[in-house]
Nanobody, 124 residues
Framework: QVQLLESGGGLVQAGGSLRLSCAAS????????VAWFRQAPGKERNFVAV????????LYEDSVKGRFTISRDNAKTTGYLQMNSLKPEDTAVYYC?????????????????WGQGTQVTVSS
């Protein structure tokens, strides 16, 4: 089963950008859909974006459409989340998740493998 490790979080001012990475190891990365979720303090873990195992399909949560872009590089076994025009309300711990041959799914319960998370803080 694939293992995931996020990186790229940090502190950024509103309007700025960050690129999160999700490095996978131990499995056939190109057979896994990769998703990003986020969890703010005291709130539930919410869907952000997903890319299918083949990379041909993506799905975004409405509030990030046009600002965030999900992608993957199967040769590097890494998924990415490019975040532009960041807002304070984007502040959260961001988790990547994977599901083998999972398609584009937005429920956390659909994903079998999770990373440890990376903190993103957007200051106003």
């Amino acid at each position: 089963q694939v293992q995931l490790l996020e990186s790229g979080g940090g502190l950024v001012q509103a309007g700025g950008s960050l690129r999160l990475s999700c490095a996978a190891s131990g499995g056939s990365f190109n057979s896994y859909s990769v998703a990003w979720f986020r969890q703010a303090p005291g709130k539930e873990r919410n869907f952000v974006a997903v890319i299918s195992w083949g990379g041909g399909s993506t799905l975004y949560e409405d509030s990030v459409k046009g600002r965030f872009t999900i992608s993957r590089d199967n040769a590097k076994t890494t998924g990415y989340l490019q975040m532009n025009s960041l807002k304070p309300e984007d502040t959260a711990v961001y988790y990547c998740a994977a599901r083998q041959f999972g398609g584009v799914r937005s429920r956390a319960t659909d994903y079998e493998t999770w990373g440890q998370g990376t903190q993103v803080t957007v200051s106003s």
